[in-house]
């Protein structure tokens, strides 16, 4: 019998181009139960996908506060998240309906 070694899913093995870090990141937005803590992971997964320490030189940030405000237990700033959501090229949309 064949042992299968079994490796933990992790998103950002799948976040690979452009448009699946926006389609990622959109259903985020739709999904967020309002407090910010599915966009904040999304962000936080977009993040990783693309390389910490160079969205630390775009945004100004450090790497460990970009780590520290995108984590589980993160609470960053309006303003944070705005730096990085241009920094990783994503825009925010609205829709009425």
């Given at each position: ?7 933990k ?5 799948h976040?690979?181009t ?18 910010g ?10 993040a990783?996908?693309?390389g910490?320490t160079?969205?630390?030189k ?10 520290k405000?995108?984590s ?13 959501i ?7 949309h609205?829709?009425?309906?």
């Open positions: 019998m064949e042992i299968s070694e079994l490796k899913w992790d998103v950002v093995d976040l690979r452009d448009e699946e870090m926006a389609a990622y990141f959109d259903a985020s937005l739709d999904e967020d139960p309002g407090d803590s599915l966009i904040r992971a999304a962000l936080g997964d977009i990783r996908a693309r910490m160079s969205l630390a775009d945004t100004g940030l450090t790497r460990e506060g970009l780590y405000a995108l589980v237990n993160g609470n960053p700033e309006f303003t944070t998240m705005m730096k990085v241009k920094a990783l090229g994503l825009r925010l609205t829709a009425q309906g």
